[in-house]
């Protein structure tokens, strides 16, 4: 949301100047219209790229060593769980013999 009007920046840029060749150029009014149309939506996307460029750029980079202890605690427990989970199912495992 930091860069919310850049968009309509460019886009209505792209449009004044449009028009200003379109009226330099003599061109009709629909022939301008079509042309001025044409012009904002192919701005309009190319100026949506550019926000989340932008975006991606700017934002803060996260700390990676954070991340790295969490995840050799969260593996940790992982580990204990699994243990865990192999000792409870030997435990209930019981094999029925029958006498022949």
Do not use: H, W
């Not at 209505?12 to 219209?33: E, F």
């Not at 996307?45 to 550019?50: G, Q, R």
């Not at 790295?68 to 029925?96: C, Q, R, T, W, Y």
Request: aromatic residues 8%; proline residues 1%; negative net charge.
């Amino acid at each position: 949301m930091k860069y919310q009007y850049i968009r309509a920046f460019i886009v209505l840029l792209a449009g004044l100047v449009t028009l200003i060749i379109n009226m330099k150029t003599a061109k009709s009014v629909t022939t301008s219209l079509a042309i001025l149309l044409g012009v904002l939506v192919v701005f309009y996307f190319l100026a949506t790229l550019i926000v989340e460029i932008l975006q991606k750029a700017m934002e803060p980079k996260e700390d990676s060593s954070e991340f790295d202890e969490e995840d050799e605690i969260k593996s940790g427990e992982n580990d204990d769980l699994e243990e865990n989970m192999k000792s409870n199912a030997e435990e209930n495992v019981s094999f029925d013999v029958e006498d022949e």
